[in-house]
């Protein structure tokens, strides 16, 4: 004769606990969900920190995509690091996004239609502590991005070669306008070389109208290079205000050494006049193990200057 126990509420929670898992089971089944890892250690110093330091850093980023029976694609994912994921001032962000043929919105924080459409002049190589893209000559193009929350959101259509995009970042408080950004590239190999065309443009009302263009190439034995240039027309400013910015970068094999120059004038949205380059090179160990070196200069005018280096391992997992 077999025994019957009657378990009650514990053997509910049981079977409540057994269908979740089922259910989550199930979804992660039915998607596409990464998980990826990011860790940095080395030593940083120079002129711009109070004394040579040592730097740890760490990232994980988790990325989930699927798509509808119509064909309907969608993701999204978090990108969590040492400060925002165990207890200090968060950092990272989510970014979302859904596409339909050559159709796609991206929204979170995410790159304004300005910045997507222009390229950067950090080409190759990278340093643990981004010495090459923290100098006071460098901006990455993000131009008006950030001037509030930093939530973008982005549309795109791309065809044949063309990508243009429509992006806009609101006020929460409702107090200022809008960021609006348009942004047109265009890709094309000619020869061997990979070449690459961007401009935009990015206004808020009473405050500046940028307009942007970049070029980039990628030629044979591992060469490439870009330069950009902005200018600024802002508002209770005479003179318009420009940044330009160059940059070459080398890989092959395991290495990657890559240097760029930037410079800004009038430009009272920032630094006003001010200056810098940046230099980085990786090199591959193999396995998801690569050793960095950086460096950056900034001069600030008035024979004010500031340099940072940094030298570490990252570690990718």
Request: net charge negative; hydrophobic share 40%.
């Amino acid at each position: 004769m077999r025994a019957v126990v009657d378990c009650g509420f514990a053997c509910e929670n049981t079977r409540i606990l057994a269908s979740t898992a089922l259910v989550a089971t199930a979804g992660i089944a039915a998607a596409d969900v990464a998980i990826t890892g990011y860790a940095e250690i080395g030593i940083i110093g120079g002129d711009k920190y109070a004394t040579d330091q040592w730097h740890t850093d760490i990232d994980v980023t988790f990325s989930m995509t699927g798509e509808s029976d119509g064909g309907l694609s969608f993701g999204a994912k978090v990108d969590l690091d040492e400060n925002g994921a165990f207890g200090n001032t968060t950092q990272g962000g989510e970014t979302y996004f859904l596409a339909y043929g050559n159709l796609r919105l991206d929204m979170g924080d995410t790159d304004g239609a300005f910045d997507a459409a222009l390229q950067e002049v950090a080409l190759a190589g990278g340093s643990i502590a981004d010495d090459e893209t923290s100098h006071a000559g460098y901006n990455g193009n993000s131009g008006l991005d950030g001037t509030f929350d930093g939530q973008i959101a982005r549309v795109s259509y791309s065809t044949a070669g063309f990508t243009a995009g429509l992006s806009a970042e609101i006020d929460d408080t409702g107090a200022a306008d809008p960021v609006w950004g348009l942004g047109l590239r265009y890709s094309t190999d000619l020869g061997g070389a990979a070449i690459g065309i961007g401009l935009g443009y990015q206004t808020q009302e009473d405050v500046a109208d940028l307009v942007g263009v970049s070029l980039d190439a990628k030629f044979g034995g591992g060469f490439s290079a870009a330069i950009n240039y902005t200018q600024a027309d802002i508002e209770g400013q005479s003179d318009e205000g420009t940044h330009m910015a160059v940059g070459v970068g080398y890989s092959m094999n395991a290495l990657s050494i890559g240097v760029n120059y930037g410079e800004y004038t009038d430009w009272s949205l920032g630094c006003g006049d001010c200056s810098g380059f940046g230099l980085a090179a990786t090199y591959d160990l193999g396995g998801g193990l690569a050793a960095h070196l950086g460096y950056g200069n900034s001069d600030f005018g008035n024979d004010v200057e500031s340099d940072s280096y940094s030298l570490g391992l990252s570690m990718s997992f």
